[in-house]
């Protein structure tokens, strides 16, 4: 999953597809819809855009066993949540997904496997099927094996093929998911034509939005402002030629909007994410934020995490804003956008995100942009998505390349 997937559509898309599939729905506002299992961080591939922590690699050695993931499991369905999505790194380096898909199947779940396809055999899809996994996305990266291999940094153009065919074989819907960057912006029309030719039934254009390991690459991956709108153009273009069958979304990039967006559908309202070593997060980037407490599955109670943990009380509802957000009439629609973003890039957690207009810093948005103009930035090399590169970043390297902002632990 990207970060760019968990907008507000997205807690619309859980409510929906949980209601298709037969579970109830009397949720309320203070019960999390969405539980996302990032079951762990270890990943084949190494992609230069992943939105995971780029200190990753402080939380490898401590997963969840298998038994306090059904266990976490069991609590949030109890919470309310009836959307699972299991996710990483990539969730098929662990070989106990059979059993929490069944688990899922068995509290009623809408499952939902997010991954890069690297792992995913005839045996196990045969196995998901019948424990009731209800979606598969899967991610794909361009329509040349060269920038496909060369953004995640592994040869898996070929293998990715065999898995979309796999999936649309054992009757799963197929939903693509494409991270957009300025590497393979220039293929959007392609890109859409590979997925219609290969009986995609949804695809997801997600623009790279600039968290962990695309914020440390935002000057190689950001594309300019003509691109995007170029690539918004031929998306529109090919959907109105191609009629509903291929449903397409779009994700703007939030530096390209002028109002932030509403992150995490608001903190606290919808989603709750365990991490790999259990620790219980309002958005995939709460950890970058100072002086914040996170509660862990392993030694504290999910509802009480959920709703009185100051963790996920310090930027629920608006009570925490001040101006220019505090005086907004708009404040309601985005809650001031996403906290994790504001102090990435401002240095302070409750400022307005920067994205917005209003904001008092908005130039660093309208640099970065300026920058993407800029070919000798665009040609830094980049810092791909590895063990051993977490581990520097843990230990202080890379700090001269985002100098300008707060990107790194
Ligand atoms: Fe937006 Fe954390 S990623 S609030």
Known sequence: MTQASLGESVAQKAIHAAQNNGVSSSF?????????AEVTYRCPLHCAFCYNPTDYDKHTQNELTTAQWIQALRDARKLGAIQLGISGGEPLLRDDIEDIVIEAKKLGYYSNLITSGVGLTEKRIQAFKEGGLDHIQLSM??????INNFITHTKTFELKKKVAAMIKDHGYPMVLNVVIHRYNIGHMKQILEMAEAIGADYIELANTQYYGWSLVNRSQLMPTKEQVDEAEAITNEFRAKSGSKMKIFFVVPDYFSDRPKKCMNGWGEVFMIVTANGDVLPCHSARVLPNMQFPNVKDTDLGWSWKDSPAFNQYRGDSWMKEP?????????????????SFLLTGDAEAADPVCSKSPHHHLIQKA????????????PIVFRN???SK???????????AEFHALP
């Open 28 to 36: 309320t506002r203070t019960q999390p819809l969405w539980l996302l």
């Open 141 to 146: 990266h361009d329509i040349t094996e060269e």
């Open 325 to 341: 957000c505090r005086s907004c009439e708009e404040k309601e629609k985005d809650l001031g956008g996403c906290r994790c973003q």
């Open 369 to 380: 942009i300026a920058d993407s103009e800029n070919p000798a930035l665009a040609a830094q």
């Open 387 to 389: 063990d051993k590169n």
């Open 392 to 402: 520097k970043i843990i230990a202080g390297e890379f700090k001269e390349l985002v």
